[in-house]
């Protein structure tokens, strides 16, 4: 069965410094590969999305960056984070509209 | 994309049947009916999928009527524990070069009280 590894689970980080997160995909290959942020009691918000790698659409202009250097590996940047940026952040992935697959989230908070 | 709409949010009581309507409108000849269940911070789970009329599984059933423009999602007996916030979601199966075609919308909030 396919799995989404997703880490840290909690991440607390000060305004203005980078972020990395990063999630690996186990049990699949050539994925489609989601990126969503969920704020506190709020429906989840597509950020990005991956059909193979380096190819990333976005969905939501922010200051954010996705990226897939591989086939199984999806990661959501920051240059500088926002006040706003805080949120529940969920990896997601997907083959040819089956039934989707989620890791465990991050939460993060900006500080 | 097929546009989902769902109630924002339902009560029951333990031990009750609970039916969750979803419209769809625009929905597309490749589209499937999909189901998702989420607690708080985790992530969604999956429930069920289906294409037409009936789809029964260990913990739902899911009822498309023909024109396909809506979809039920129905909870037999539901506990505390189904207290969640449940999403319905319409996207191709088969696509080739698919699109990520997974789109949440609001959802419902499910309340299940003693």
């Known amino acids: 069965s396919q799995t989404i590894h997703q880490w840290p689970a909690t991440l607390v980080q000060p305004v203005g410094s980078p972020l990395s997160l990063e999630c690996t995909v186990e049990g699949t290959s050539n994925p489609n590969l989601y990126w969503y942020r969920q704020a506190a009691g709020r429906g989840l918000q597509l950020l990005f999305y991956s059909v193979g790698i380096g190819q990333i659409s976005s969905e939501v202009p922010q200051n954010l960056s996705a990226s897939r250097p591989q086939d199984r590996q999806f990661i959501l940047s920051s240059k500088k984070l926002l006040l706003s940026d805080s949120g529940f952040y969920l990896c997601?992935?997907?083959?040819?509209?089956?039934?989707?697959?989620f890791g465990q989230g991050t939460r993060l908070t900006v500080v | 994309l097929a546009k989902t709409t769902q109630p924002i949010s339902m009560d029951s009581y333990e031990g009750q049947e609970v039916n969750i309507t979803c419209s769809h409108n625009n929905i597309a000849t490749n589209d499937y009916i999909t189901w998702y269940q989420q607690f708080p911070s985790q992530g969604p789970r999956f429930i069920i999928q289906g294409y037409k009329t009936k789809v029964t599984n260990e913990v739902a059933s899911l009822f498309i009527p023909a024109d396909r423009k809506s979809s039920t999602l129905s909870l037999p007996r539901v506990s505390l524990s189904d207290t969640a916030v449940y999403y319905c979601l319409v996207s191709p199966r088969d696509y080739g070069g698919s699109q990520g075609n997974l789109i949440f919308g609001k959802g419902t909030k499910l309340s299940v009280k003693p």
């Open positions: 997601a992935g997907d083959r040819d509209g089956a039934e989707a697959f």
